[in-house]
Nanobody, 123 residues
């Protein structure tokens, strides 16, 4: 079993930055791929970023490419999402997830989920 706990959400003005953290506990964290998703009210859950277990592969949604960076430290059992140049349309609840699929961009490809953390970007 894997448990995920997210932190770092909050409110920020457009153009600002936030860094989200996801702390993992349980088994085989180093072999799990990790992803970040977001969901705005009334909309479906949307893929944001992916990172492989060894950090050699990353993949981003077009909407965040060049602004967001996903990273991990397996020794600390932690994954981060650095968000720069934030826009109001980035406002959503952000979730981290763990799974074994490669290049996973759909929610049903992940086995474990955090509780979500709110990110609000104002103009």
């Amino acid at each position: 079993q894997v448990q995920l706990e997210e932190s770092g959400g909050g409110s920020v003005q457009a153009g600002g930055s936030l860094r989200l953290s996801c702390a993992a506990s349980g088994r085989t964290f180093s072999t799990d791929a990790m992803g970040w998703f977001r969901q705005a009210p009334g909309k479906e859950r949307e893929f944001v970023a992916y990172i492989s277990g060894n950090s050699l592969i990353t993949y981003y949604a077009d909407s965040v490419k060049g602004r967001f960076t996903i990273s991990r430290d397996n020794a600390k059992n932690t994954v981060w999402l650095q968000m720069n140049s934030l826009k109001p349309e980035d406002t959503a609840v952000y979730y981290c997830a763990a799974g074994r699929a490669l290049f996973a961009t759909r929610p049903n490809q992940y086995d474990y989920w955090g509780q979500g953390t709110q990110v609000t970007v104002s103009s």
